[in-house]
């Protein structure tokens, strides 16, 4: 599992649209073991993925939003730590998502 990008969304809060690719095999990827641990804090302060999606046309790939992301640290999962890449506007073929204010 890797990020392919972080790309900043316009919202009244700050958030991002998150690009993984996945390749599990037929093992689920579970959204909830993707987070940004805080130290000192409650796991159920911790983020987490929000409206996570395949990405059409593109094997393994899936993107979700992530609101609060620190760019400065990477993602923790189950199966270890992905590292963030640089922040890029979002590519033409994620122009599907759109944000909605949970």
Known sequence: MRVL???PIEAREPVHLVEIEAQLGDMPIDWSAITQPIE???????QAPY???KVPNYNWRWCFF???LDRSRPLSTGLGELTLPPETPVPEHLHFCRYEEP
Request: glycine letters at 12%.
């Open 5 to 7: 990008g972080i790309h």
């Open 40 to 46: 000192g804090r409650d796991r159920s302060y911790w």
């Open 51 to 53: 409206d996570e999606r």
């Open 66 to 68: 992530f609101h609060f």
